[in-house]
């Protein structure tokens, strides 16, 4: 959607200046001049310019243009090529459009958006990667806005299959035969509620030689109506989008291929649906896991954590992941906590942990980690089994507790991005109305910087 400027014909040239009041437009002297203000040089960060950006190029869009110029040489000459990819990024975030199934589909013509060469950086190849990066996270959008009737477990591996041709990706999909003789039996706790059956979806791009993989393991429930423990009719809306997670990580796998990162990395999705049948699991339940360790079910509305605890024992005993990053909407709690703003972590490896704020320091998305004190083990402890899935207190922090006894040793970082898959009141101007496609762009940035 962006691309460097040759000197074609334009309808709008958009001069970002360093003055005036942050994100704040003016028309300027000529006809379809506009002046995008930055602010002070001290002040602007490249999250703020992902803001700016975004903001500007919509409003261009509402004005009807779609051949516009953006001259961000005052931002670049400052933020280098951080603040180019930020300009690019925010606009091409911002200008994505949810499918419909309209009959008559409303025409809106793209908006082609170019950028002014600069000296300070190599604009073609800045322009490359973070283009690349965007039309994933696009892409993970697409698959988390999609009704689960169009997209069920099988339906989701079939798309991911697809969207991996042509890359140096290997996409392995186990069927539910496979995974029940590997033992899965949380996963199928879940996965077996449903006519629609489960399927495991494994991606590994071998970037970088021999080295142990790192795995992205996203929760992929194509809808969460709860299960016996079934969710009120209003928290029901929105459970089409409970594998945001899954989406995620396929997304930042299949942009680190395209990219040609130097890195292992294989992601992970367990995608069942959590639905009510004769064949669903029940509250009150024990149930076993891969890892061998067996679980009272106190809800069957948190299943996320009991598809994630398989699919990390899997990633850790067949994928030899040498670390381990779970990422799902899986718990009320932290939305209610951090809204769309934050993403929550729960981290067994303050190193780790390290590497992840580097990664948010250059993806402008938000982390806020929770504690693991050794007393909120006693949330996850059960009389009859080894653990239990539910909890009355501490909801998140009781979810991320129960994933860690599976993490085991393997360095671990479980995000929760129940509040921030989906834009609301809260979210950034570069995140549009339906699912964010949060975490993308980290999870790419994190496993880069293994590089
Ligand atoms: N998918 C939900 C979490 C969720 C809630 C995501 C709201 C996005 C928005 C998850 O499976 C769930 O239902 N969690 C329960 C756990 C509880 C029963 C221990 C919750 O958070 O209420
Ligand atoms: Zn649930
Ligand atoms: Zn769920």
Redesign the pocket.
Known sequence: MVKLWNGEAVQWHLTFCMEGKAGSLEAGKAAGQLLVHLGSREKLTAEELRRIAAKSVKQVQNLGGNLVLLDVAAAVEILKEEGLAAVVQGAELALYHQENWKEKSEDKSDIQLYLTATEDVDGGAILAETTVVDRWVCFARDLVNCPSNKLTPVLLAEAVVQAAAGLDVEVQVLDDKVTRTLGMEAFHAVGDSSANPPRLIVLRYRGGGEAAPIALVGKG?TF?S?GY?L?PST?MR??K??MAGGAAVCAAVLALAENQAAINVTAVIPAVE?RISSSSFLPDDVIGSMSGKTIEI??T????RLILADAITYAIRYEKACKVVDIA???????RMLGGVAIGVMANDDNFFTALQDAAGRSGEKFWRVPDYPEYKQLIESQVADLY???DSC??I??GMFLSAFAEDTPWLHLDI??A??SGKLSQPYQPKGATGVGVTTLYQLCRSFA
């Open positions: 429930v969460d709860g423990s969710k928290g929105g459970m989008g409970d959590n106190g809800s509305d948190a299943e996320g909407t899986l718990t009320g709690a932290m939305a899935n539910s909890s909801g998140a009781a979810a129940a509040g898959a989906w």
